[in-house]
């Protein structure tokens, strides 16, 4: 349906932020649950935030709470990640979706297509 493409990944040192992106190249609902998750090296890809189309809650995951924000852009059709005092176990590859299944405090799930995503890599 619509075709989202990750970006603003990147080297960072422990500390650092980094702005993730993901464009829309079609309009997304309004009412559209929105999401971002990642893959750690080894690891299951988990979700980390959404964020609801009715309420305009974000839910986050327990790991990134308090550094991670998530927003969106009605005017450019763009979602937001913002991501604060980096961590090496925030390495890896951060994925976004459109139209989740779930998005709460504890289940954050999606049954889509994943794209490509952007490789988040936090090293000294």
């Known amino acids: 349906q619509v075709q989202l493409v990750e970006s603003g990944g990147g080297l960072v040192q422990p500390g650092g932020s980094l702005r993730l992106s993901c464009a829309a190249s079609?309009?997304?609902?309004?009412?559209?649950?929105i999401g971002w998750f990642r893959q750690a090296p080894g690891k299951e890809r988990e979700g980390i935030s959404c964020?609801?189309?009715?309420?305009?809650?974000?839910f986050y995951h327990e790991s990134v709470k308090g550094r991670f924000t998530m927003s969106r852009d009605y005017a450019s059709n763009t979602v937001y990640l913002q991501i604060n005092n980096l961590k090496p176990e925030d390495t890896g590859v951060y994925y976004c979706a459109a139209d989740l299944a779930l998005c709460g405090d504890y289940q954050i799930a999606y049954f889509g297509s994943w794209g490509q995503g952007t490789q988040v890599t936090v090293s000294s």
């Open positions: 964020l609801t189309g009715d309420s305009g809650t974000t």
């Open positions: 079609g309009s997304i609902a309004d009412y559209s649950l």
